[in-house]
């Protein structure tokens, strides 16, 4: 079992969880479609993730739609007591497996009643309001989506809310409505636009979470990293969520697979070690 405090632990809400933890999104079909192609081998992810000391699991309603939830209630329920389960709501999937905006009140409160029929449980720990595009945030009002689920909070269903593919003004808008204990925003080695915001909401003590911490679809390419990772005997991965973790104390990594020998990678980058140099050296990539 891998110890889930070397990579050091962060607060999330009301609970402590370990700053390396698993995104939930790729045990799903193709596409993030459907069912998966081996619904053992999802199954056995999931309960490999939380044998490795994984306390945090990512994850949403509309990733299948519906297949991921239940799958992750399948492997796991009933959930350890240290387990922290993370959603989003603010999308939809069409037949033909497109992505749609769901944010209208009762879209959002259709989406938490899912989660919480397919996850079994009674309320959800986190839930995320995502918004923004495909392309990244935009500058719209979150007004009437938050105070929505703020309304969801305070009816117990939901113990704490945060915020994804979202830009600092929406932030300052939604802890106007109700607490935002963490943020899930696009963030890798490669695309930093985000460095500001993390420093800040590691000052007032709120989760950073980045999506497509390995580049996204296409995963992360660069001599610069590559020539790092050779020289530490690991992977150009592991060595970005290395990196990751020490950016800032306030990062929790949620990196997807539906492979178990790449689960063991992904855990292990939580005890790599960065030199300064190396540091040095990543931090110049653009």
């Known amino acids: 079992m891998t110890d889930k405090t070397a990579a050091g632990v962060f607060p999330l809400g009301d609970r402590t969880?370990?700053?390396?933890g698993y995104g939930a999104m790729q045990l799903a079909g193709p596409g993030v479609f459907g069912p998966p192609r081996d619904r053992g081998a999802a199954l056995a992810v999931l309960r490999a993730a939380v044998a490795g000391g994984v306390n945090h699991i990512d994850t949403s309603d509309f990733y299948g739609p519906h297949v991921t939830n239940q799958l992750i209630r399948e492997a796991l329920h009933p959930y350890p007591d240290d387990l922290v389960i993370v959603t989003k709501v603010g999308a939809v999937r069409g037949a033909d497996a497109?992505?749609?905006?769901?944010?209208?009140?009762?879209?959002?409160?259709?989406a938490v009643h899912d989660n919480l029929r397919n996850l079994g449980v009674d309320a959800l720990e986190v839930v995320n309001l995502r918004v923004g595009g495909v392309h990244g945030p935009s500058e719209a009002s979150i007004e009437e989506q938050f105070t929505t689920l703020a309304e969801l909070q305070r009816q117990g269903l939901i113990r704490h809310l945060g915020l994804s593919n979202v830009t600092?003004?929406?932030?300052e808008q939604g802890r106007?409505?109700?607490?935002?204990?963490?943020?899930q925003n696009h963030y890798n080695l490669a695309?930093?636009?985000?460095?500001?915001?993390?420093d800040a909401l590691a000052a007032t003590g709120v989760a950073y979470v980045p999506f497509f911490p390995l580049g996204g679809f296409t995963p992360l390419q660069s001599g610069a990293l590559s020539t790092v990772a050779a020289r530490l005997r690991a992977t150009p991965m592991q060595v970005a969520l290395a990196w990751l973790l020490r950016r800032a104390p306030n990062i929790l990594l949620i990196p997807g697979t539906a492979s178990p020998g790449h689960l063991r990678e992904n855990l292990k980058a939580g005890q790599l070690t960065l030199s300064d140099d190396a540091l040095a050296e990543l931090g110049a990539i653009d």
């Open 191 to 198: 695309h930093r636009a985000d460095d500001a915001l993390i």
């Open 98 to 110: 497109s992505w749609n905006p769901a944010l209208t009140p009762a879209d959002l409160t259709g």
């Open 17 to 20: 969880v370990g700053r390396m």
């Open 176 to 183: 106007v409505i109700a607490p935002v204990v963490c943020v």
């Open 168 to 171: 600092p003004a929406q932030i």
